[in-house]
């Protein structure tokens, strides 16, 4: 809902903004959000005509043959500081709730970021994903269910450090062995951690 600097930022005035990634960069993953927005940032849009309330959106394409791609929105808490984000402590919730729309994918994945950015990849974050339902959609994700993948061997960490000092997270739409070009739509609204 709110809007400063002419693009949207979370409820206490944290940074939103938007990332692709690909592991081959001749196919690479494009995303159209707000016009002009420095760095890029979903749009903001009214999800019924007469309802004032606005959620935020994004315009995803994944192009193949990629083995991983994806477009992420992230999403900080609370303001940035000296252009670091700011960590707080989120452990005592027991539930992510978000509203979703998406088209295109699947199932969407959920990351727990704590750093200094959500890009930095030195540490694979606890993440989940999701099925999407057609529609717009509640969907509430107990933090439990936030974990390293499987892979991970080297650096594991426990999700509950991450979710004490936790600066971030990041929704994103993605593929992994991506065959087939992938495009689509995320609109997503009222991101709460709740007890």
């Not at 005035?13 to 940032?41: C, D, M, N, V």
């Not at 935020?56 to 252009?83: I, S």
Request: with cysteine.
């Amino acid at each position: 809902e709110r809007v400063e600097n002419n693009r949207p930022v979370t409820t206490r005035g944290g940074l939103i903004q938007l990332f692709g990634y690909e592991e081959s960069r001749i196919h690479k993953s494009t995303f159209k959000g707000l016009e002009g927005a420095t760095p890029p940032a979903p749009e903001l849009v009214r999800i019924k005509k007469d309802d004032p309330n606005r959620a935020m959106k994004f315009d995803y394409a994944l192009m193949a043959p990629n083995p991983w791609a994806g477009v992420t929105v992230e999403l900080h808490g609370l303001p940035d500081a000296d252009g670091q984000p700011v960590a707080e402590d989120v452990s005592g919730y027991k539930t992510l709730s978000l509203d979703v729309y998406a088209t295109g994918v699947p199932i969407l994945r959920l990351e727990a970021i704590s750093g200094e950015r959500g890009r930095d990849m030195t540490i694979q974050y606890p993440q989940m994903t999701f099925k999407v339902r057609p529609g717009m959609n509640t969907y509430k994700v107990p933090m439990t269910a936030f974990t390293q993948p499987a892979w991970v061997t080297d650096r594991r960490v426990d999700p509950k450090d991450i979710f004490r000092k936790l600066t971030s997270i990041n929704l994103t739409a993605f593929c992994e062995q991506c065959d087939v070009n992938r495009q689509g739509m995320v609109i997503v609204d009222n991101v709460i951690f709740e007890k």
